[in-house]
């Protein structure tokens, strides 16, 4: 696992901007893993950015995104389409077809998951995932407990993942859904590289345990010591409680 500590937020997503372009200059139709949440904004805004200003082309790119709420209808202001519009796609030059997002609608939730494995392995994997974590150690909903060779299903949202989204919902946790589809651990790991973004004091234990804990399902994240291009950038104060050395980025 590489592990890179940066300043801040600001530097954090510009350091994995970087490496993003770098991905998507070597192979124009890469198989992107996308997340959501407030830790990816600014990844995005940075990728806008390289989009507009210096012609970053997401023209042959496909993307597939790690979970979505049940219940919530797409156009939902707290849908995690919605999300992926309103902070991406709409600004960027990607082909609508090549997007790829649980629905969280269908009917059928578990033929629409084995769809969704499917879509991946027919698009020939993904080759680079972005992930979050959440306060918990989840990646994707991965909450503690899920086994580390899932595959996309649906799962039950921890109380604390729901109260840490209220703020989402004007504050009410129960307006918050109780379940997501979501990627896998299994199906995570499978990606060909794998980039963990975290900033903040509140994410210092889950970056301790990920980082320097043993592997566990308590703390989903932790599975990506077994991953042989794992990157992970945190910022100092989601670093504080890291006790070996590691890389530094100043840019
Ligand atoms: P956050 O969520 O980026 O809003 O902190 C991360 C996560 O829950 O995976």
Redesign the pocket.
């Known amino acids: 696992m590489r592990v890179i500590i940066v300043e801040n937020y600001d530097s954090m997503s510009r350091l994995a901007a970087k490496f993003v372009k770098e991905e998507l200059v070597r192979k124009p139709d890469l198989v992107l893993g996308l997340?959501t949440?407030?830790?990816?904004l600014g990844l995005y805004k940075e990728l806008i950015r390289m989009h507009k200003e210096e012609g970053l082309d997401f023209s042959k790119v496909t993307t597939f995104n790690l979970d979505e709420y049940v219940g919530l209808p797409k156009n939902h202001p707290e849908s995690y389409h919605t999300f992926m519009w309103e902070n991406l796609f709409k600004h960027i030059n990607i082909n609508p077809s090549n997007i790829y997002i649980p629905d969280g609608t269908v009917e059928d939730i578990e033929a629409h998951c084995v769809w969704y494995e499917e879509k991946i392995a027919e698009k020939g994997g993904i080759d680079l995932q972005i992930l979050?974590?959440?306060r918990d150690g989840?990646?994707g909903f991965n909450e503690p407990g899920s086994s580390l060779a899932s595959r996309t299903r649906i799962k039950t949202l921890a109380r604390e993942?729901r109260e840490?989204n209220a703020r989402f919902f004007g504050g009410d946790i129960s307006k918050v859904p109780k379940y997501a589809i979501t990627m896998g651990i299994g199906t995570i790991i499978e990606s060909k590289k794998l980039i963990l973004l975290a900033s903040g004091a509140n994410k210092r234990d889950a970056i301790k345990k990920t980082v320097e804990g043993p592997i566990t399902a308590m703390v989903p994240a932790s599975m990506i010591q077994i991953h042989p291009m794992a990157i992970v950038i945190v910022d100092q104060e989601a670093a504080s409680l890291l006790e070996r050395e590691y890389e530094t980025w100043e840019g």
């Open positions: 997340a949440g407030s830790t990816p979050g974590i959440g989840h990646i993942t840490d």
